[in-house]
């Protein structure tokens, strides 16, 4: 996939309508308020987790992510860095995408587009150290406190 392919991805997601329910299906989820979606997988590191093909799958993971918050920049202006963190931490459910990403990730960069009452996030994370880092975007209308 190139750079135009996830962009295209980023523009249909902030207009695809949300579904009643929550579904998952390959490397989307979505639901009643969110769409999340996997934009890059390295490989798994069953096999091998030297630090060398860890480093390297980051590199390349890392390098898709600073493209195209270089692309969304010169669109919409600088990201706002949003610790997730806490959200786990936090009193009641963690709503969706935050729920998924923070799982993942310890960040994601936003654009807000009040425009359309959604905002689009990248995030960069890791489920377990033998599974693949990956590149995700999320577009919601959920409130970030």
Same mark, same amino acid.
């Given at each position: 996939?190139?750079?135009?392919?996830?962009?295209?991805?980023?523009?249909?997601?902030?207009?695809?309508?949300?579904?009643?329910?929550?579904?998952?299906?390959?490397?989307?989820?979505?639901?009643?308020?969110?769409?999340?979606?996997?934009?890059?997988?390295?490989?798994?590191?069953?096999?091998?987790?030297?630090?060398?093909?860890?480093?390297?799958?980051?590199?390349?993971?890392?390098?898709?992510?600073?493209?195209?918050?270089? &692309? !969304?920049? =010169?669109?919409?202006?600088? /990201? #706002?860095?949003?610790?997730?963190?806490?959200?786990?931490? @936090? *009193?009641?459910?963690?709503?969706?995408?935050?729920?998924?990403?923070?799982?993942?990730?310890?960040?994601?960069?936003?654009?807000?587009?009040?425009?359309?009452?959604?905002?689009? &996030? !990248?995030? =960069?994370?890791?489920?377990? /150290? #033998?599974?693949?880092?990956?590149?995700?975007?999320?577009? @919601? *209308?959920?409130?970030?406190?």
């Amino acid at each position: 996939m190139v750079a135009e392919d996830r962009l295209a991805i980023v523009d249909g997601l902030l207009t695809l309508p949300f579904p009643g329910k929550d579904t998952h299906v390959g490397f989307r989820s979505t639901g009643p308020s969110y769409h999340v979606c996997v934009l890059q997988a390295s490989q798994d590191f069953w096999n091998d987790r030297s630090e060398e093909i860890v480093e390297t799958a980051q590199a390349e993971i890392d390098a898709t992510l600073q493209s195209l918050v270089d &692309a !969304l920049t =010169v669109r919409w202006g600088g /990201p #706002e860095a949003i610790d997730l963190g806490p959200y786990p931490w @936090s *009193e009641g459910p963690t709503p969706e995408p935050m729920n998924q990403l923070c799982q993942l990730s310890g960040e994601m960069l936003i654009w807000r587009h009040l425009e359309v009452g959604r905002w689009v &996030a !990248l995030a =960069v994370g890791q489920s377990d /150290p #033998e599974l693949p880092i990956e590149l995700l975007v999320a577009v @919601s *209308e959920t409130r970030i406190p």
